[in-house]
């Protein structure tokens, strides 16, 4: 059994090729890429078809485990919040292999009936794969060592593989929780931080597996680090040999093996109250990611994160643990670019809800940037401009969004709902690009003026005002 240096090595034996091989032989071409342009222009025509597939189940080890955790647990848990959010969104129709209660049917009666063609189609791609090496084609390469997986459970991922393949499916996303070999069962792991795992670069899906991998990457390291395991230095790691990502260039549909953490990380093994929320953090970032992937506007209509908008009434001071409100407070640091806190290693600086040193400096360096005392505490100040800056609302969409005006509105108004939706307005009108807030600041002013003169409203006074024409025109638009 080979061992990994990197991926889940407690055995992410689910995942590898397998070293027992049908003797059998098949022909098969090298899978079709889907190019970046290719995938695009589907996502602006049709509904986009995913798959997510949970990494192991109770059938056999269940991947990493520490303390009674279970990473197929987790990797449920997160796969299921993730299908939520692509379940919520009209471009995507999404599928998922497993539930609580096991394979879906579909997945279960398909490894179940189509054994041989499963067989066929992984040494078909195999002995195509081998040609091209023949040839001098293609270069076979060890990025990162591996286990090898049992024939049984390879012949699964080869089956989820050809599945894509028969129902075109669009993307795949495989979720999974990290270890490395050699780590005791009962001590906490050295490592920590998101990895994502795609086909190497001579593999036909590469080139939009790497695209839609690095805007994942991007916004799952708003929220969290990446991993600081030295073979996962880079973030996103090209392999020739995970069966998810489609050895032998056998799919051509882009691939992802995401690599949300350590398992035995803090995070992961604290309280529900921590542990969940995290958990959806997590999907929120990837679905994130994706859909910024597919259409860059989404970012002025997504939340930045599944904790944000958010207001404190409170923070508890130094030495609190396991916190809800530190947790978003470390949320909305990380999201400042301030934390894990320089100085820092960022396997110190977890998502945990502890407010220890990291969490102090990182407030400091949020009071320094804000022009605040530097105490570490958040006091009323600094949760003043905490709140003024994340107590927000997302835009509405067009077909959502309906209000009435009934009074003026002027430049210096603060935390009004008629305020807010007016910035909504402007918004959907194409004028208006900042937070919905409530407030009637420059860019609400800015914007305003741009939407008067659309309408052969002069902006009087200068500094503007949603004055009597301005709100029947408004009301003619968005009224019920």
């Known amino acids: 059994m080979k061992t990994s240096g990197g991926i889940s090595a407690f055995f992410r034996f689910l995942c590898i090729s397998s070293i027992f091989a049908y003797a059998m032989s098949a022909s098969a071409d090298i899978a079709y890429a889907v190019s970046p342009a290719d995938l695009q222009k589907k996502y602006a025509d049709r509904t986009l078809q ?172 708003r929220s969290t680090h990446p991993s600081t395991n030295p073979v996962e230095k880079d973030g996103i790691i090209e392999d020739q040999e995970l069966i998810a990502v489609g050895p032998y260039a056998s799919l051509g549909t882009p691939s992802l093996l995401v690599e949300y953490g350590y398992l035995s990380e803090s995070p992961f093994t604290a309280n529900a109250r921590i542990r969940q929320p995290l958990l959806k953090e997590l999907a929120y970032q990837t679905y994130r990611g994706i859909k910024l992937y597919f259409d860059p506007n989404a970012d002025l209509f997504l939340a930045r994160s599944s904790f944000l908008p958010r207001r404190w009434d409170t923070v508890p001071a130094f030495g609190a643990k396991e916190n809800a409100e530190v947790l978003a407070l470390q949320i909305a640091l990380s999201h400042e670019n301030l934390y894990p806190a320089a100085g820092f290693n960022p396997h110190d600086c977890l998502l945990t809800g502890n407010f220890g040193p990291c969490t102090k400096t990182a407030v400091k360096a949020f009071q320094k940037k804000y022009l605040l005392p530097q105490t570490g505490t958040v006091g009323r100040m600094t949760l003043a401009t905490l709140n003024e800056i994340y107590d927000y609302r997302m835009p509405e969409s067009a077909e959502d969004f309906t209000y009435t005006w009934r009074i003026d509105l002027a430049y210096g108004i603060k935390n009004s709902k008629d305020v807010a939706a007016l910035q909504n307005a402007l918004f959907l009108e194409n004028v208006y690009d900042d937070r919905i807030t409530g407030d009637f600041s420059d860019a609400t002013r800015d914007a305003l003026k741009i939407f008067q003169e659309r309408h052969g409203i002069a902006p009087i006074p200068p500094q503007g005002i949603a004055g009597p024409r301005t709100r029947k025109i408004l009301n003619e638009l968005y009224s019920q």
């Open 50 to 221: 995913i798959l997510i597939v949970p990494g192991h189940d109770d059938e056999t080890m269940g991947g990493a485990r520490f303390a009674g955790f279970k990473e197929a647990d987790f990797n449920l848990q997160l796969a299921k919040r993730l299908a939520e959010f692509f379940k919520s969104d009209p471009h995507f129709k999404t599928s998922i292999t497993r539930d609580d209660a096991g394979y879906l049917p579909e997945f279960r009666h398909y490894f179940e009936n189509k054994g041989d063609e499963i067989a066929t189609f992984r040494n078909g791609a195999r002995d195509a794969l081998q040609d091209r090496i023949d040839q001098g084609a293609f270069t076979q390469k060890v990025i990162v060592d591996h286990s090898y997986a049992p024939e049984e459970d390879a012949l699964k991922l080869y089956g989820i593989n050809k599945w894509i393949i028969d129902h075109d499916i669009d993307l795949a996303i495989h979720i999974h929780f990290n270890d490395y070999p050699g780590r005791p069962w009962n001590q906490k792991s050295i490592y920590s931080g998101v990895s994502l795992y795609i086909p190497e670069r001579q593999f036909p899906n590469y080139d939009t597996s790497r695209a839609i991998a690095q805007s994942v990457f991007t916004e799952l390291t």
